[in-house]
């Protein structure tokens, strides 16, 4: 089937999408995708980024499509013809979708571990205002413990649904979900229960934005202030192919491999990805390579590794702690009780 | 998110069990999940009108679900009550052609008379009171829902005579 | 008087029961399809008859039935939609209250000519009372042999269940409806795949409002074209509306469609006019969703045509001066009713409804419905009048189900008509601070404070 987008053909599947056709083009014309997913079945369609017009729907219904598709859950058609940047009315549409996705986001960039490889933070970056029409409230929830490994900031959420699609594709036993409706839906377990399972971990990966994120990570470092490498250790698991993000000697975070969409290529297990802290137990393979615009690359790799020694961070992390009560962000500690509670497992 | 932490009993008595399984009985077998929002009802009916966590985990069990699979459907709805409410609860309309023809005054009056706000509970356990949105009923406004009825055409007289009748247990929910 | 169909027995005492409706001639369309035609026959008369799904996009019943995928093999089922939330709308309670088993021959007839053997009616949760009518209804169909199995003996078999919801107005929409008759939270599914191809259980799926469904034994009975022949141009049959509002006789009526508004507003065998013979001062045809018409677009177009009660001529004129027939909730506002207020609420209703899945509807609907309470509490400032409009534009269309649309067009449509009210309760917050505030001092009173002086 051939389709075209933005003036440039393909030849592609039947049962690709237009996304998925505009990805194998590459380039500028690949729409922004918050809650696409390739790898999750049933993701995608959420988040309204990645509309496109349809100019032509097919070679034989050459009619438009009148409303703007979701390039990502629509299907290509022989002959279909697509604009991606090079229609004013999905700029706008894109220009309106970051708008509302930002009116409630708390835009606490500056102490949000995911800056610097945060979908939103890129998306905003082209097609978002440097001002906000919205002068009421933001939208905030009350912090919920989902347990040791993971840190919900619900206030940051997208509502991609893709760490439910995770939990229920690659774990057997899902414990949190999507809670309450409309602008009050919420990713939460109801009950404050830990989130405890094997490969509960690649949540974070998915996640477009800073609502999950890693804990064992939390206020480490910033992003590009580390070195990403890639690695391999064997594990009975999972791939146990993954990327470490190294801070001199120390790997302060684990992720999977992700690739320019920021996907990962293969899942890791809680295993991988939260207990094996320690430059032994991995084979190095070499300096991963990110896209050329991506902020993590102002680290240069020419340099000479030397270790680095923070004698600083203990007072760093307790002023962080201060400034958060301040600025009303979660508790990172469970309170006495709620520890005890957690620890005996009466949640 | 506020979850109750207000004891309840549960106790799923043969009668409800018989209507479970009769709820069951219109959904293929292996699609026991479909069963589930006419289930809350019934359960809910027969525990004081609410659902705790307990009692909603043991409809997961019933169905062979997983609970958050239940909480997802308790939050989505709003007919299913997440924490203990009076014996009567009062739910005005206040969609807007209600509204045309007096429902905001007449919650108001209701609330005045039972002495609390939109969304409380008289201290007694007895009466809430809730606005909630459109109920089908248009054409007859203003009116509330009580339990599985409707009381419509509404006036300040009506309220009281129902408050009357619901003190004296003259009221049917179900 | 007006020809009624569906509505035709509704006074006869004991109607409810299925002695009386047998009586009267029920099921005889179950009796005559089953007999005497092939499922494909029926379904050729609903394409005949020119009907319309009732439920508000108006879209041709007898079409949507052909698109079910019969090929594959797979069951296939109907589900009535009875979920009727949209404000201004209470037809299909109505129906199902007085006339339960006009419902269930409609179901039996319609699944035969879908080929169903597993058919359910969605109705809303807080219709209680009336879900135990109609499963009292189906008990007694069970009973007399219209359901179960090898129905009069011709080897087919149909279940038929009601299934209730609990309270959400975006189940509503058909794929929403599906997705909660799987025990699941109301979100619409992405489309393509429609429903007709898979549809509850991922089987292909019928979904049809009530009145729809309730129209069947007729067509079937005296035939697709005599059901043609009632109304004018594609608007055939006729149609129940709900009227509510600031009118004389609110209530829900059978009317030909037709029929012009003008009649229906003022004949005494209709609404029989304004309630306290105050001015008619804005209507709503179509239940919440569809644009607001001021006064001057009620009873002529535009183009100077009587206003009719069509699918084509409420639309006359397009949003610019139109509005739509939607499910027939016909809202009346004498002048001492408040637009701005009036959209608020209708903005607080979407708000309060949207299921939260796509982001223009769950963060826009919010937004919309913070702005307006704003202008209408005498905080609005002169440039939210813009944005509400950018905001409506913005949520218009970007969304995965109708509902974003919804919340847009009834804001849209009170800022095109009704703009200096806006600005007056921007620039006179003292004036608007009771929510009464038109009641002693109607807004033609004081329009002169807002409209533009020319020299």
Not at chain 1, 45 to 53: A, D, N, P, Q
Not at chain 3, 247 to 256: F, L, R, S
Request: negative net charge; glycine residues 8%.
């Amino acid at each position: 089937m051939k389709v075209t987008i933005d003036g440039q053909s393909i030849e592609v599947e039947p049962g690709t999408t237009i996304l998925q056709a505009a990805r194998m083009i590459g380039g500028e014309s690949v729409p922004p995708a918050m809650c696409y997913y390739s790898k999750l079945k049933g993701s995608g369609g959420k988040c309204r980024c990645c509309l496109v017009e349809v100019t032509k729907g097919s070679d034989a219904d050459t009619r438009p499509m009148p409303k703007l598709m979701a390039s990502c859950v629509t299907g290509v058609m022989d002959g279909m013809e697509v604009k991606s940047i090079t229609s004013e009315r999905v700029l706008d549409a894109r220009k309106s979708v970051t708008e509302f996705l930002l009116i409630n986001h708390p835009l606490d960039c500056p102490v949000c571990d995911q800056a610097g490889e945060c979908d939103l933070q890129n998306l905003s970056f082209k097609h978002g205002s440097a001002n906000t029409r919205y002068i009421e409230d933001r939208r905030t929830f009350e912090p919920e413990n989902i347990g040791d490994n993971i840190q919900l900031h619900m206030n940051r959420c997208i509502l991609c649904y893709r760490c439910v699609m995770t939990a229920d594709q690659l774990t057997d036993n899902r414990v949190h979900g999507v809670l309450n409706r409309g602008d009050h839906a919420q990713i939460s377990t109801y009950i404050s229960k830990a989130i405890d399972n094997e490969f509960s971990g690649n949540m974070i990966d998915v996640c477009p934005v800073g609502a999950l994120t890693d804990k064992t990570f939390r206020f480490k470092s910033r992003v590009w202030f580390n070195k990403p490498y890639n690695a391999h250790r064997d594990c009975d698991k999972c791939c146990g192919k993954t990327t470490l993000w190294m801070f001199g000697d120390e790997i302060q975070r684990v992720t999977a491999r992700k690739d320019e969409y920021h996907e990962v290529e293969e899942f890791i297990c809680n295993e991988c990805r939260f207990e094996h802290k320690d430059p032994a137990d991995w084979v190095i393979e070499g300096p991963r390579k990110f896209e050329k615009n991506s902020v993590i690359n102002q680290n240069n790799y020419t340099r000479d590794m030397k270790p680095v020694k923070i004698e600083t961070e203990k007072n760093i992390l307790l002023g962080r702690d201060e400034d958060r009560k301040k600025i009303s962000m979660s508790e990172v500690p469970l309170k006495g009780q709620e520890k005890k509670e957690f620890k005996e497992g009466n949640v | 998110m506020e979850i109750s932490n207000a004891k309840q009993e549960i106790n799923i008595t043969p009668e409800l069990q018989a209507r479970i399984d009769e709820l069951l009985s219109h959904y293929p077998a292996d699609k026991k999940k479909s069963a589930l929002l006419p289930v809350l009802h019934e359960v809910q009916d027969a525990h004081d009108n609410w659902l705790s966590v307990p009692l909603q985990d043991k409809v997961a069990e019933i169905l062979e679900i997983k609970p958050i699979e239940v909480y997802e459907v308790v939050t989505f709805y709003t007919m299913y009550n997440q924490r203990p409410i009076g014996n009567y609860m009062f739910e005005f309309c206040r969609t807007s052609c209600c509204c045309l023809r007096g429902a905001e005054d007449l919650m108001e009056y209701t609330c005045e008379k039972l002495g609390i706000k939109e969304g409380e509970t008289t201290p007694d356990g007895k009466f809430t009171v809730v606005g909630v949105e459109c109920l089908g009923a248009c054409g007859y406004a203003p009116m509330l829902q009580i339990g599985d009825y409707y009381k419509e055409h509404l006036t300040k007289e009506k309220i009281d005579q129902l408050i009357e009748e619901c003190k004296a247990g003259q009221v049917n929910l179900h | 008087m007006g020809r009624k169909i569906l509505l035709e027995h509704a006074n006869v005492p004991g109607i409810k029961s299925y002695e009386v409706y047998r009586k009267m001639g029920g099921y005889a369309s179950v009796e005559k399809a089953l007999k005497s035609m092939t499922p494909d026959e029926v379904v050729e008369q609903v394409k005949t008859s020119g009907l319309r799904g009732r439920g508000g996009a108006g879209f041709p019943t007898g079409l949507k039935w052909s698109f079910i995928d019969k090929k594959s093999g797979n069951p296939r089922h109907l589900v009535c939609n009875a979920d009727e939330s949209e404000p201004g709308t209470f037809k299909d309670r109505y129906l199902m209250e007085y006339i339960p088993h006009l419902l269930i021959e409609g179901m039996i007839t319609s699944s035969y000519a879908l080929g169903c053997n597993l058919s359910y009616i969605y109705i809303r949760g807080e219709y209680m009372w009336v879900f135990r009518i109609l499963e009292q209804a189906i008990k007694e169909a069970y009973a007399n042999g219209w359901l179960g199995k090898n129905i009069m003996g011709t080897g087919w078999d149909l279940d038929l269940y009601v299934h209730c919801g609990a309270g959400a107005y975006i189940c509503g929409e058909e794929t929403a409806l599906i997705e909660s008759l799987e025990g699941k939270r109301g979100n619409p599914r992405i489309k393509p795949p429609f429903p007709a191809v898979k549809g509850l259980w991922q089987e292909p799926t019928v979904v049809n409002n009530v009145e729809s469904i309730a129209a069947v034994p007729w067509i079937v009975n005296n035939g697709g074209e005599e059901y043609a022949k009632i109304g004018i141009g594609r608007s055939t049959g006729t149609k129940l509306i709900s009227a509510s509002g600031h009118c004389k006789n609110p209530g829900v009526y059978e009317i030909e469609l037709g029929l012009s508004v003008d009649e229906f507003m003022n004949s005494d065998e209709y609404l029989g006019g304004m309630m306290d013979d105050r001015p008619l001062k804005a209507l709503v045809p179509g239940g919440s969703s569809v644009p607001i018409l001021p006064a001057n677009l009620i009873f002529k177009t535009t183009e100077g045509n009587d206003r009719l009660m069509t699918y084509e001529s409420l639309s006359e004129g397009g949003f610019e001066s139109g509005s739509m027939l939607g499910s027939g909730g016909f809202i009346v506002y004498n002048d001492t009713s408040c637009i701005v207020r009036n959209t608020w609420n209708f903005s607080r209703f979407y708000h309060h409804e949207s299921c939260g899945q796509c982001s223009p509807c769950r963060e826009g609907t919010g937004w919309l419905e913070k702005v307006l309470h704003r202008i209408e509490t005498g905080e609005g400032r002169e440039e939210d009048i813009e944005l509400l409009w950018d905001i409506q534009r913005k949520i218009e269309g970007n969304t995965i189900c109708p509902l974003g649309d919804a919340a847009a067009w009834p804001v849209a449509a009170a800022i095109r008509h009704f703009r200096e009210e806006f600005e007056y309760h921007v620039r006179f917050p003292e004036k608007i601070k009771n929510r009464d505030h038109y009641v002693n001092e109607p807004f033609e009173k004081v329009r002169h404070l807002v409209t533009k002086q020319t020299v």
